[in-house]
């Protein structure tokens, strides 16, 4: 199986620092089901394509795989996978371009940061829900997407057409975050993996998925098909990335949702443990293979269920509420800026735009702006927010900009009150003290209102290991937040009361706390 990058950005062999492989070397890795292989067709200046060749051994993944595998086919000698992409590639992928799906590269730091224009090419792609599919998980990305059926036999056309898709991924992108969506996606298209699935799955899909799959319109889908239909990973991992993100983007863009097929539906309802499923499973991929478009009515079941176990679990657990904690965390800081009085508001580190837009929902504030770090979160946020059929009397009232919160920037000041919304702990420590200053030596809001996980408070969350997303270089508790508040708040001519965020649980108190910064008159 093959899979070809390519990139026109001058100079083209920059792709090789990226990679961290060198394009005039040809370099081979060792996989427990085959060989890894990449090597470059082309490279110059102004055209260069990586390839990563990987070569399955199908006797050796009989062996090793057949016989303790979700997957049925692999029990059988001759199969599909050595040809068509798969978790196999994906797995190849995360070992061989570890550093590059990281964004680091200590010859040019400057270079995994900055978008490249790309083209990916997977000549043979299994995909259960045909091109359709392939479209709606990677044109919400930004990707310009070419997916291409393949017949069964060119010599009998009538037999019609395979369920594999020749895929051609076009745009703009940093090389890491298009790593990552392959990462992910390839074996949700082929709706299969080769090796059973942990509950570390659950680690490796926030992590791949950081910074795009908490706002994908398909992310039920994504998660329950990456996490092999195990409801109950599926119902953790969503409620991770409730905290993360916003379920009011399937409100407003609803996606066609999927079940599981009947066999696993039936054996899921037979038995309490989601991991006792996979003989049923297995023994099922016999038959025809599962609808990828199920019944609206089941979908909407499903997508409750695990809504319901978003709210429960967002909210630390306990009853659920009806809303995750991000849902409840921005109602909460649209409420106290209300009560503050703002009439202009700037988030900073605004993302995907859940907060931009229910600012700009409400009238009374006059002047609504964001600022993030990454142009792709920016680009999605447009997109969501409608930019482009937004009323010219709405649209007067939004700025949208890229920044980053420790440079100053005369961009941030004049607002009755900035947001940093889970935004602190995924700056490092040592660069706190210029957040600091950017924000409250020189934009000088009237208010400035900070949320940050409570970490007091992760012992709640079923399957949580360390910290509650990869990203956080650290989380504090209510003792370290409360201290950093008031020293700030101190240092910089402002008052600070704390609040908590969700349900505030006796022992270990709230999931998130909020620090309400309220400058002094006189300063």
Same mark, same amino acid.
């Given at each position: 199986?093959?899979?070809? #990058? ?5 100079? +083209?062999? $920059?792709?090789?620092?990226?990679? &961290? ?18 090597? %470059?067709?082309?490279?110059? $200046? ?14 050796? /993944? ?22 068509? +992409? ?6 190849? /992928? ?25 083209? /990916? ?10 091109? $359709? ?29 395979s369920r594999y898709v020749r895929l051609t991924l076009s ?23 080769? %090796? ?17 799959? &908490?706002? &994908? ?11 092999g239909r195990r409801s109950k990973l599926a119902r953790t ?28 539906? +039936? ?104 600022? $993030? ?6 680009? #999605? +946020? ?32 004049? %607002? ?7 935004? #602190?702990? &995924?700056?490092?420590?040592?660069? /706190? ?20 996980? =409570?970490?007091?408070? =992760?012992?709640? %969350? ?62």
């Open positions: 199986m093959l899979l070809t #990058i390519t990139t026109t950005a001058r100079p +083209a062999t $920059d792709l090789g620092f990226l990679l &961290h492989k060198h394009p005039e070397r040809v370099q081979e890795f060792g996989q427990s089901f085959g060989t890894a292989t990449v090597f %470059y067709p082309e490279a110059g $200046d102004e055209r260069c394509t990586a390839a990563l060749m990987l070569e399955v051994d199908p006797i050796a /993944l009989v062996r090793s795989r057949g016989k303790g595998s979700p997957d049925f086919s692999l029990s059988q000698y001759v199969n599909d996978r050595p040809y068509a +992409a798969s978790s196999l590639l994906a797995v190849a /992928l995360a070992d061989v371009f570890r550093t590059a799906r990281a964004g680091r590269c200590r010859a040019r730091p400057e270079l995994p940061g900055t978008p490249l224009p790309l083209e /990916l090419r997977l000549p043979a792609l299994p995909c259960r829900g045909g091109p $359709d599919l392939a479209r709606r998980l990677f044109e919400p990305l930004g990707w310009e997407v070419a997916a291409q059926p393949i017949v069964l036999d060119d010599g009998f056309p009538e037999w019609g057409e745009g703009s992108a940093r090389l890491a975050d298009a790593l990552n969506h392959l990462y992910v996606l390839l074996p949700v298209l082929d709706d299969g993996k080769h %090796y059973w699935i942990a509950p570390d799955e659950v680690d490796k899909l926030i992590r791949a998925g950081e910074g795009w799959l &908490h706002g &994908h319109p398909e992310r039920g889908l994504i998660t329950r098909r990456y996490l991992a969503l409620a991770r990335l409730a905290e993360l993100g916003d379920e009011t983007e399937e409100q407003l863009e609803p996606a066609v949702e999927e079940d599981a097929p009947a066999d696993e539906a +039936a054996t899921e309802a037979e038995t309490a443990e989601p991991e006792a499923t996979g003989a049923g499973a297995t023994t099922g991929e016999t038959a025809e293979p599962p609808t990828d478009l199920e019944p609206a009515r089941n979908a909407a079941a499903q997508d409750a269920a695990a809504q319901d176990a978003e709210a429960r679990e967002g909210a630390g657990g306990g009853a659920p509420k009806g809303r995750s904690l991000s849902v409840r965390r921005r109602e909460t800081v649209l409420a106290k800026l209300e009560q503050l009085g703002a009439a202009s508001v700037i988030d900073l580190g605004c993302g995907q735009g859940e907060l931009v837009g229910a600012l700009l929902a409400r009238p009374r504030f006059a002047r609504v702006g964001g600022m $993030d770090v990454s142009s792709m979160a920016l680009t #999605i +946020a447009a997109r969501k927010l409608r930019l482009d059929r937004m009323p010219d009397t709405k649209r007067a009232r939004l700025t949208l900009f890229q920044g980053a919160l420790t440079y100053t920037d005369k961009r941030l000041s004049g %607002y009755d009150a900035a947001v940093l919304m889970e935004v #602190i702990e &995924h700056v490092d420590p040592p660069r /706190l003290a210029a957040l600091e200053r950017v924000v409250f030596a020189h934009a000088r809001p009237g208010h400035v209102l900070v949320t940050t996980p =409570n970490i007091e408070h =992760n012992v709640r %969350y079923e399957f949580l290991t360390g910290l509650r997303h990869p990203d956080h270089r650290f989380e504090w508790t209510r003792a370290e937040f409360a201290a950093w508040a008031t020293r700030v708040a101190g240092q910089h001519g402002y008052q600070v009361a704390f609040e908590p965020v969700g349900d505030d649980d006796p022992e270990v108190g709230p999931p998130t706390q909020m620090g309400v910064f309220t400058r002094d008159q006189r300063s």
